[in-house]
């Protein structure tokens, strides 16, 4: 057998090493499931046939309670079993940190865009001023058209630039 084909033979079989921490249960219509993710709330125990790193489900159910005389015979070793528990907060610091970076990183990103826009608007704003002094100044105007003919805006023209630079001057000075 050729080399590269072992290669890829021992690396498909590792591949099913994965599959190895799956879940399995039975729904509602009696059909096997099998996810990575554990079955819904509304499974019953009962049907749950497998579960990721504990081999074979349980058949029985856990109790809810405890016997009373279990409880009643090892108070002191149950206190002690529950202040050596680790304390579960709910929250992980981690996600809770890494969720507050992400915070900061769209707040700085927004401020940044933010800032990009007003700058944006001034530069808007400082050439509608400019090109309104132009235009009322009253004097000829210069353009050149698409064939690079060189020419004076006429009144119309005039007009409508200078309706234009004000709209830029309302919308974009304050």
Not at 3 to 23: D, E, F, N, R, Y
Not at 45 to 62: E, F, M, R, T
Not at 108 to 121: L, P, Q, Y
């Amino acid at each position: 057998m050729k080399p590269h084909k072992l290669l890829l033979l021992i690396l498909a079989s590792t591949w099913a090493l994965g599959a190895s921490a799956q879940w399995q249960w039975l729904d509602k219509d009696g059909r096997k499931v099998f996810s990575d993710r554990p079955p819904p709330l509304e499974v019953p125990q009962k049907n749950i046939l497998k579960q990721p790193g504990y081999g074979k489900a349980s058949s029985q159910p856990v109790p809810a309670q405890a016997p009373a005389a279990a409880t009643t015979a090892a108070p002191a070793s149950a206190a002690a079993s529950a202040s050596a528990a680790p304390q579960v907060s709910g929250k992980d610091k981690k996600l809770e940190e890494a969720k507050a970076k992400a915070d900061a990183e769209e707040a700085s990103k927004k401020k940044a865009e933010e800032e990009r826009i007003a700058k944006v608007k001034a530069d808007n704003c400082a050439r509608a001023r400019k090109s309104q002094t132009s235009l009322t100044s009253g004097g000829l105007i210069g353009t050149v058209n698409d064939k690079g003919e060189r020419g004076f805006m006429d009144d119309a023209t005039r007009e409508a630039e200078l309706k234009r630079a004000q709209g830029v001057i309302a919308s974009d000075c304050s």
